[in-house]
Nanobody, 125 residues
Framework: QVQLVESGGGSVQAGGSLRLSCAAF????????MGWFRQVPGKAREGVAS???????SYADSVKGRFTISQDNAKNILYLQMNSLKPEDTAMYYC???????????????????WGQGTQVTVSS
């Protein structure tokens, strides 16, 4: 089992920045990929960014050039640096972990079996 705890959400004006953190606990040795997802009420959860154990990264087109995913393997912490935030980035952000090996880091929620409780990000115009 893997437990994930997110932090760092909050409210910010458009153009501002936030950094999300996700601490992983438990049996993390078989974790192949970790990612950030977001969801707004009434919409499907969408992949934002993911990183695999080889350091390969995938980003959603909507966040490329603005968001950066990184991880501290020694501390089992995943980060998401979010710059130039837009109101449409407002969502609940979730950290997730996957044991599924795929060719490129996945952004599909169904590929991730472990989820955090989420942290709210609100961007005002």
């Amino acid at each position: 089992q893997v437990q994930l705890v997110e932090s760092g959400g909050g409210s910010v004006q458009a153009g501002g920045s936030l950094r999300l953190s996700c601490a992983a606990f438990g049996y993390t040795d078989n974790t192949y990929c970790m990612g950030w997802f977001r969801q707004v009420p009434g919409k499907a959860r969408e992949g934002v960014a993911s990183i695999d154990s080889d350091g390969r990264i995938s980003y959603a087109d909507s966040v490329k050039g603005r968001f950066t995913i990184s991880q501290d393997n020694a501390k089992n912490i995943l980060y998401l640096q979010m710059n130039s935030l837009k109101p449409e980035d407002t969502a609940m952000y979730y950290c997730a972990a996957s044991h599924i090996v795929v060719a490129v880091p996945s952004l599909a929620p169904d590929d991730f079996g472990y989820w955090g409780q989420g942290t709210q990000v609100t961007v005002s115009s």
